[in-house]
């Protein structure tokens, strides 16, 4: 990576404003998406972690606030909207449209990193938006509450959970036998829902990097060298 190029941004989509970090390499192989949850926020200190270790394999990284100033206050009291999966996938929704419009980040191929509640709107806009998102990790997600939308999903899906997540690790399980296109469940050994244990979260992006570069295609030259980055293996593959 020669060099990289940092924004703050506010975009604006139905009415609403969300607040965005974006940090864009140069070159970049791609845009990855951080689609939070459980009302978290652009300033989480997971997925900033993980989105600058994405940014050193020249992925591109926006994080943005699914919810308004005012809907975050409010979720904080009573949690309202963190499981409102509708209203975060229609703000992730309206998010991939603004991008369609931007030229300096349309031609660049998307991914998307959804994190608990976040995983469940990332696979339902990867359903409806099966042109324009190219490949899908989740982080300790719950990808069960995607719904019917998992059987839609044509995007390579990798979903990472660690193997002290007992309850998220069931749920997923079983919801993955609905999706239908490439996936991996990849075992973190031990770690828990929040991957703090030492070196755990390193794990979680070494594996995203491998993911996303392996399945969002090159928007230039075929001739550029790749990063290197660790390999992904077989179907529910602990590590």
Do not use: C
């Amino acid at each position: 990576m020669k060099s990289s190029r940092h924004q703050t941004l506010n975009i604006t989509v139905g009415g609403v404003t969300l607040p965005a970090l974006l940090e864009r390499p140069d070159p970049a192989l791609g845009l990855v998406l951080f689609v939070h949850g459980s009302g978290s926020s652009r300033f989480s200190p997971r997925n900033q972690q993980v989105a600058r270790q994405l940014n050193e394999q020249a992925l591109s990284t926006l994080l943005f606030d699914l919810l308004s100033e005012a809907e975050h206050e409010q979720d904080k009291l009573d949690g309202r909207f963190r499981f409102d999966i509708d209203l975060l996938s229609a703000r992730l929704l309206a998010v991939l449209d603004w991008l369609r419009r931007e030229p300096k980040l349309a031609a660049l191929p998307v991914g998307l990193f959804g994190a608990s509640t976040g995983a469940a709107a990332a696979l339902i806009a990867a359903a409806e938006r099966p042109r324009q998102v190219r490949a899908v990790v989740s982080r300790g997600g719950r990808v069960d509450l995607a719904g019917d939308a998992l059987g839609r999903v044509r995007a390579p899906v990798l979903i990472i959970i660690g193997t002290l997540d007992r309850e998220v690790y069931r749920l997923s399980r079983t919801a993955s036998r609905q999706i239908t296109t490439d996936y991996e469940l990849r075992l973190i050994a031990g770690a828990a829902h929040l991957f703090e244990e030492p070196g755990k979260l390193e794990e979680v992006a070494q594996a995203a990097a491998a993911w996303f570069l392996r399945h969002l295609p090159e928007p230039e030259a075929e001739a550029r060298p790749r990063p290197a980055v660790t390999g992904t293996g077989p179907r529910d593959t602990p590590q």
